[in-house]
């Protein structure tokens, strides 16, 4: 089976534990207002590859991923729009014992028959999911990525009820997700799962701001700097404080 292939990092150390080889897909739903992967949005773009050449290259960095506990990350554009893809791929990673991870913003999840079952037989091959939950407001989510949440909310759930192993991520946008009240509705709702190992704050940058330009695209965040240390701190603290106390009871 062949995949849509944006982009490959072979040494990534910030998409899952260790040091990863990291594979962005093509094509996404979301339209996020800050993305730094705009050219991942079309679908039918990308470099078409099959399992196995993806298999054959990534045997070169079993070493690393041995030395690091590390492995491999799907991330993208939106890796669940070729989740029988990914299915074929995690499989043969997982007779070679590769850790396999999932950065996922959730934007395609349906509770179709369909989708449900691959997903299914995805989360069998699947170490860690990261999931990347924009903003915990649907009227304020649908603003800063075109569209609402409550899917992206409903999978969360799902990947609780299945126990999957979950890394939340939340990119802090001045005047868009950096928020107190909203802050504290995402660690209160982020409280009511079980199966969250670690929160990450990721502030919001400006390094894919080219890229938009490149595409013809006018940038919609245009004059908003990154957050400060302190704010990015403050986020984490608050965003970890429901969380935090859930895990002492």
């Known amino acids: 089976m062949n995949g849509r292939i944006h982009s490959i990092e072979t040494c990534g150390t910030v998409d899952g534990p260790g040091l990863r080889y990291v594979i962005f897909t093509q094509g996404c739903l979301l339209r996020c207002k800050f993305c730094h992967n705009p050219d991942t949005w079309k ?19 079993l070493p690393f991923f041995q030395a690091t506990n590390g492995g491999v990350t799907v991330s993208g554009g939106e890796p669940l729009i070729q989740a029988d893809f990914l299915v074929e ?8 014992g590769i850790h396999t991870t999932i950065d996922s913003s959730a934007g395609c999840f ?31 989510h649908k603003e800063l990525t075109g569209m609402s949440n409550e899917h992206i909310i409903d999978m ?17 946008v001045p005047g868009g997700s ?15 799962l079980n199966n969250v190992e670690k929160i990450e704050v990721l502030p919001y940058h400006k390094l894919g701001v080219y890229k938009w330009e490149n595409l013809g ?12 240390a302190e704010r990015v701190k403050h986020a984490e603290d608050i965003l970890n404080r429901s969380y935090l106390m859930v895990t002492k009871q």
Do not use: C
Request: charged content about 30%; aromatic content about 8%; cysteine-free.
């Open 43 to 61: 679908m039918g773009d990308g470099k078409e590859m099959s399992v196995e050449e993806l298999v054959k290259d990534i045997k070169d960095y």
């Open 89 to 96: 791929l995690f499989t043969e990673l997982k007779k070679l």
């Open 110 to 140: 349906s509770r179709s028959p369909r989708f449900i079952e691959t997903l299914n037989k995805l989360l069998e091959v699947t170490d860690l999911i990261l999931l990347d939950l924009k903003h915990i407001d649907p009227v304020e």
């Open 156 to 172: 969360a759930r799902y990947l609780d009820q299945k126990n999957i192993p979950v890394w939340i991520r939340h990119v802090l």
């Open 178 to 192: 950096d928020n107190d009240e909203y802050l504290q509705r995402l660690s209160d709702f982020i409280a009511t």
């Open 217 to 228: 695209l006018a940038y919609p965040l245009e004059g908003v700097e990154p957050p400060t």
